[in-house]
């Protein structure tokens, strides 16, 4: 029997994951270990699909990307006109007026041209929802095809089902019943299938510098922590003043050790309290959707209840400045551990668990992305939970505690201003990011990457030491700003917040509700997967406006320390490189996603994060 059925080269038809189209596509390889082919779509894009997802070009009936109903132009057009899908729409019962109606058939007619895809479609019928979402979520599709299929096969098998896919999308349209027939029929075979044997999914493309990359990092992130700590503590910060190495005995003490468990499972009590709303997350390569508990806001006010109890019976908290460098390493052993279990627990996680990275079969670079996406004990979930609360609250607590020990070192009897905008501006920050919890649940680090060192180390030391490094700094070199100066780094704060938070909000709304009639004057390219990308409003402005606003806000945050040293702008150099990177991540992951339609959105978007500059 020959191991492969299709050859290099040779042009077939391939299924879109997640859906029943069918596209012409040229095999470019074959994995005999994973039996997995690759194929190049004519858009670009390249996926591993499995044999069962490919057919010879002669076992379909071409239909012309032109006809009638084939079109995926045609396709989008009967989308972009359901009101359901199209949030351009305005709400059913409001009457448009003429110019509106010809404004609104031009919006059509373009987004039928943005949403041609020059591609021949050979099997007219779309996934449900939950199909596309389930693929949408997933941005390796390459990864996660052998799984997708057999849901969508197990999911196709009711007749019912396949007339409720086919109402959804007002398929019935199509008045020839012999082209629903073929429908029909190639649900037939669809249902005929076999199920496919579950291909372990390796890691191909390795980010951050691969094994040696990853190496480096796990050991230049905990010592550049120590290193800022130490050199904030000098009277003289600058770069060229590396601070003597403390004695390791300096550096632990159990009792620190014992405040880091006690805050963190102080967190955890916390999250475990059955308060607040329980909404469900994006819907996994499984079509399963995890539920959270969203009370972090609650767990705040908790936190800063307790720790006014503290105050007021005179715990001195300003004590944490003298012990910060303890505090971090305390955090980084913790988070060292957390990361070893989290790693030994992904060994044996079911493969419809893992994160699409994280399974490169190297120990370091499994290790450091992490291969668990959703990793949890009970309903625990142990990502969700250190992304927004240890971390996060943890930060405002040592910010607090060092306005405290400016006022005790300085002898205060209130903080200086540049101490008060960096509490308030990061303490909104905080606030805001736990009021709006919900919104954690569409980002990059829920939906995409693993729980692993990266994460653990990030949410639970990264965040809560180096990001509190303008208050650190403070207290050793006090910074004089007059009224207007601070009246001025407000105003820059302020629009920071703005643009973070409506893009953030405009996004996360979207793609939860693509139909709000809030969201009804902007305009989007729908793509193959069903989800559409914004191209009116803060996402037609950049590519990733939510960047652009955070990194303004960073330097808010770094100009009340003045400009003696480079030091406290630390946080905003850093934060532009990370976004950068994250954005170009995202891009790889979008392009993967989307096709040619991303092409199109970056033609219509052409800057990333800086408009006009990058
Ligand atoms: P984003 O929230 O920016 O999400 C990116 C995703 O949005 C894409 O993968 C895509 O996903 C979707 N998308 C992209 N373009 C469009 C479009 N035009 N229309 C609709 N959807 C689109 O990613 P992050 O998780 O990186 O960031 C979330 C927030 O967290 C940001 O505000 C960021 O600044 C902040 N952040 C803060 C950090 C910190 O340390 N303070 C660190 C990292 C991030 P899909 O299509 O699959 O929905």
Redesign the pocket.
């Known amino acids: 029997m020959p191991s492969r059925k299709f050859a290099d080269g040779e042009v077939v038809m391939g299924r879109w994951p997640g859906s029943v189209l069918y596209y012409e596509v040229q095999v470019t390889s074959y994995d005999d270990a994973a039996h997995l082919y690759t194929v190049k779509y004519k858009d670009g894009t390249e996926l591993a699909l499995k044999e069962s997802d490919i057919r010879s070009q002669s076992s379909f009936k071409h239909r012309k990307s032109q006809s009638s109903s084939s079109s995926p132009s045609r396709r989008s057009s009967s989308r972009s006109r359901s009101r359901s899908r199209s949030p351009g729409r305005p709400a059913k019962g409001r009457r448009r007026s003429a110019s509106q109606s010809r404004e609104h058939k031009e919006d059509k007619k373009k987004t039928i041209q943005e949403t041609s895809l020059a591609l021949p479609v050979f099997v007219l019928f779309k996934p449900s929802e939950n199909n596309t979402k389930r693929y949408?979520?997933e941005?390796e599709s390459t990864e996660k095809n052998a799984t997708s299929c057999i849901i969508l096969e197990q999911k196709l098998k009711p007749d019912l089902e396949i007339k409720r896919v086919l109402e959804q999308y007002s398929l019935r349209s199509r008045k020839d019943d012999k082209k629903k027939e073929e429908i029909y029929s190639e649900k037939k075979t669809f249902v005929a299938v076999k199920p496919i044997e579950k291909v372990p999914t390796k890691t191909k493309e390795m980010e951050f510098g691969g094994r040696i990359g990853t190496f480096m990092l796990i050991l230049f992130l905990p010592a550049t922590v120590l290193y800022l700590l130490l050199m904030c503590k000098q009277d003289d910060p600058s770069l060229l003043n590396v601070p003597p190495l403390p004695a390791l005995e300096s550096l632990w003490d159990w009792r620190v050790f014992g405040v880091i468990l006690l805050w963190f499972f102080l967190q955890a009590a916390f999250y475990l309290l059955p308060i607040g709303k329980v909404v469900e997350g994006?819907p996994l390569s499984s079509g399963r959707k995890l539920q959270y508990r969203i009370n972090g806001f609650y767990a705040f006010i908790l936190t800063a209840a307790a720790i006014g109890v503290l105050l007021y019976f005179q715990f001195e908290l300003h004590d944490l400045y003298d012990h910060l460098v303890q505090f971090a390493v305390s955090a980084a052993a913790f988070s060292l551990a957390l990361s070893i279990y989290l790693y030994i627990r992904s060994l044996k996680a079911p493969e419809e668990e893992l994160a699409p990275g994280g399974n490169s079969g190297y120990f370091i670079y499994d290790f450091f992305t992490g291969h668990e996406l959703n990793p949890r004990i009970g309903s625990f979930d142990l990502k969700y939970f250190c992304e927004l609360r240890p971390g996060l609250i943890g930060w405002v607590v040592i910010n607090l505690a060092m306005l405290l020990a400016e006022m005790k070192i300085h002898n205060l009897s209130v903080p200086s201003l540049s101490m008060i905008l960096v509490n308030s501006f990061q303490l909104l920050?905080v606030v805001d990011a736990l009021w709006n919890e919900e919104?954690?649940l569409?980002?990059?680090?829920?939906?995409?990457d693993g729980f692993g060192f990266m994460l653990a180390f990030?949410d639970l030391v990264?965040?809560p030491f180096v990001?509190s490094l303008q208050a650190f700094y403070l207290v050793g070199h006090p910074t004089t700003i007059t009224w207007p100066v601070a009246a001025a780094i407000t105003v820059l704060n302020c629009i920071g917040y703005y643009i973070?938070r409506s893009?953030?909000s405009q996004?996360?709304n979207?793609?939860r509700n693509p139909a709000d009639p809030k969201l009804a004057n902007l305009k989007?390219?729908p793509?193959a997967t069903g989800?559409?990308?914004?191209?009116t409003g803060w996402?037609?402005f950049v590519?990733?406006p939510?960047?652009l606003?955070?990194?303004i806000m960073?330097l808010a945050w770094s100009l009340p320390c003045g400009f003696n040293h480079i030091l406290p702008y630390f946080y905003v150099i850093y934060?532009i490189c990370?976004?950068v990177h994250?954005?170009a991540r995202?891009e790889h992951?979008?392009k993967q996603?989307?096709g040619l339609a991303w092409e199109r959105?970056c033609q219509r978007?052409p800057y990333r994060i800086f408009p006009y500059i990058y």
């Open positions: 949408n979520g941005p994006l920050y919104a954690v569409t980002t990059m680090d829920i939906t995409h990030g990264w965040v990001y973070f893009a953030n996004k996360n979207f793609r989007f390219i793509t989800k559409g990308l914004l191209v996402w037609g590519r990733h939510n960047y606003g955070d990194i960073a934060f990370l976004l994250r954005e995202d992951h979008c996603k989307y959105y978007v």
